[in-house]
């Protein structure tokens, strides 16, 4: 089953930046829709980008729409997630895994996940 390891996270100030990077040794993510995931204290994982294996379709979830872009690069064997305008609202832990486009419900394994931390 596909395993990812997401990376890039860290401290930013609000309005800042940061690019999200996932990755899969052993795997070929090119072969897979992948999303990004996020989940807040006390509430759910939610899906906030589905981007389909060719990069044909992309969506967002409303709260990140405007701000983040998902893209890949396979000759990386990597799927970005850049974050802009960011806030304090962004701060959790992002996962990556193969997602399921209709729902943008995840269908891999979760990875370690990123932290990432907007504060002043």
């Known amino acids: 089953q596909l395993q990812t390891v997401e990376s890039g996270g860290g401290l930013v100030q609000p309005g800042g930046s940061l690019r999200l990077s996932c990755t899969a040794p052993?795997?070929?993510?090119?072969?897979?829709?992948i999303g990004w995931f996020r989940q807040a204290p006390g509430k759910e994982r939610e899906g906030i980008s589905c981007?389909?294996?060719?990069?044909?379709?992309?969506k967002y979830a409303d709260s990140v729409k405007g701000r983040f872009t998902i893209s890949r690069d396979s000759a990386k064997n990597t799927v970005y997630l850049q974050m802009n305008s960011l806030n304090a609202e962004s701060t959790t832990i992002y996962y990556c895994a193969s997602c399921a486009m209709a729902t943008m419900r995840a269908l891999s394994v979760w990875g370690q996940g990123t932290q990432v931390t907007v504060s002043s």
């Open positions: 981007m389909t294996s060719r990069g044909g379709v992309i």
């Open positions: 052993g795997f070929t993510l090119a072969n897979y829709a």
